[in-house]
Structure formats: C-alpha cells, structure tokens
C-alpha cells in the first residue's frame, strides 16, 4: 500500500497514513484532534535508478558528478583524482602588441646582422621568437663571429 501525506486543517498538522489507492481521495481522521483531513501533494519525493552502475536521483539530468562538482561525461583514462573539465589545462600565454612589436624589431636586427646573443654569436631571424619565448638575451650590437 502506498503512505499518502494529509494535512489537518484545525490543529495545522501534516501526517502520514497507509491507504489503497482506491482510498487515496478519501478523508482520512487527524490522529491528534480526530477532525477529517484532506490529501496533499509530498512536499519531498526521492527515487533513485541505475545508470552506468552509479545511482541516479530521478528526474537524471545526464551529468555525473567529480570531486563534487559538476562533469558532463566520466574519466576515461587519466591521472587520479583529475578529470579534464574539471582540471583543465592553462592555455599558452599570448604575445602582447609590444611585446610582438619588439620581436618584429629584433627580426630586422637580425636580418640585418645587428642582433647577438649572450656569447657574441649572431642570431638568425628565425630564431629571434624562441630565443624571445625561453628568454635568452639579446643585444642589438655587432656580432663578434658571423652566421655560419
């Protein structure tokens, strides 16, 4: 038998009974005052299903959980303790316009055979953004040695 929820209007009670479903509609006696009592709606409902062998609360909004928060697909393969929408990856750091600017610079310095490095050497135009990137100095002078 189904438990059904009632509300006492007089003494402003909320009760539960057991009832057939043939029942349900009907008044029920208030088990504190003995006054009739409509049904009402429950105010908390749970039930829970399987799905990909975790439990689910109905209704299932098709998002699984990690850490506490929030994940729309499981780990497949990964480190533990790491999901990659949870833990995403930092972006690479973009060019500023200056600092963009700066390396055009340096480019002409190069071609030109202006730019050395830290020992003398000269740098080679393609070489000036990697040298900028794993911040090796370089000096707008002229080179001691040539490019080879």
Wanted: charged share 35%; aromatic share 8%.
């Amino acid at each position: 038998m189904p438990l059904y929820e009632y509300y006492c209007e007089p003494c402003h009670g909320i009760f539960e009974e057991l009832r057939p479903i043939r029942e349900s509609s009907l008044p029920v006696p208030c088990p504190e005052c003995f006054q009739d009592s409509e049904r009402i709606m429950p105010t908390s409902f749970s039930a829970f299903t399987f799905r990909d062998g975790y439990p689910r609360r109905i209704p299932d909004d098709g998002k699984y959980y990690h850490l506490g928060k929030k994940v729309n697909n499981l780990v497949k393969k990964g480190r533990p303790n790491e999901h990659p929408e949870v833990n995403k990856p930092k972006p690479p750091q973009t060019l500023s316009k200056g600092e963009k600017s700066s390396i055009a610079d340096m480019k002409a310095a190069a071609r030109k055979g202006e730019l050395s490095d830290a020992y003398g050497n000269a740098v080679k135009p393609t070489d000036v953004e990697d040298n900028y990137k794993k911040k090796k100095k370089m000096t707008k002078t002229t080179p001691k040695r040539g490019l080879k």
